[in-house]
């Protein structure tokens, strides 16, 4: 198994500002995610984040909007950039431990005002 | 907590009692599928998973059913308790990659 944390837990912040989500993992993993959780709705995945290259983006996100960092194999980051109301959301990242066993953090609460 | 499956169809069962939550998948393509519970607050944790050459998989309380004739996935929770009381997700891998495709969500309340 793998133990994900990300810091903020929650966060209201002012539509066009940006805020950089961090994603910790207690072990090396080669494939993380970032997905998208919009209120009531189920999981939408943003990008795939590579490790020492650009991420991998999911058709409707951009890397302009969803910059993601790896830097290693076992943090990320996602950033939510000039941020609208429109992307009040929980934010979650995840890792592929094996083929079929992907894991989940707690994900960050989003709120835009 | 956060409302996850506020605005998600919701299944409502006395405590005791045997639940069932569907779940239709997109693509026929899939081999994979594995059922995740999320709790208000929480992220998605894993329940069970069944592989496309099966169509049945059994764990603790659980159940889940595979019918690719007509994609469409079952999870069963036997003697529902309280604690189920959470939103479900299936979702679906394809081995032409590692990402997962996650259905709608069923928002399972159960009534003591």
């Known amino acids: 198994s793998a133990v994900i944390s990300q810091k903020p837990s929650r966060d209201i912040c002012q539509r066009g500002t940006s805020l950089t989500i961090q994603c910790q993992v207690d072990?090396?993993?080669?494939?993380m995610f970032w997905y998208r959780q919009q209120p009531g709705q189920s999981l939408t995945l943003i990008a795939t984040?590579?490790?020492?290259?650009?991420?991998?983006?999911e058709s409707g996100f951009v890397i302009d909007k969803f910059p993601i960092s790896r830097p290693n194999l076992t943090f990320s980051t996602l950033t939510v950039s000039n941020m609208s109301p429109e992307d009040s959301s929980i934010y979650l990242c995840?890792?592929?431990?094996?083929?079929?066993?992907?894991?989940f953090g707690p994900g960050t609460r989003l709120t835009v005002l | 907590g956060e409302s996850v499956g506020l605005h998600l169809p919701t299944l409502s069962v006395q405590e005791g009692d045997n639940s069932i939550i569907n779940c239709a998948y997109s693509?026929?393509?899939?081999?994979?599928f594995i059922w995740y519970k999320q709790e208000s607050g929480k992220g998605p944790q894993f329940i069970i998973d069944?592989?496309?050459?099966?169509d049945k998989r059994q764990g603790q309380r659980v159940t889940v059913l595979l019918n690719k004739t007509v994609k469409h996935l079952s999870l069963q929770i036997a003697a529902t308790q309280p604690g189920d009381s959470a939103v479900y997700f299936c979702?679906?891998?394809?081995?032409?990659?590692?990402?997962?495709?996650f259905g709608g969500g069923t928002r399972l309340m159960v009534k003591p």
């Open positions: 995840s890792v592929l431990v094996s083929y079929n066993e992907q894991f």
């Open positions: 072990s090396q993993v080669t494939m």
């Open positions: 984040a590579n490790q020492g290259s650009e991420a991998t983006y």
């Open positions: 693509n026929s393509a899939s081999d994979y």
């Open positions: 069944i592989r496309s050459n099966m």
């Open positions: 979702a679906e891998l394809q081995n032409a990659g590692n990402m997962l495709t």
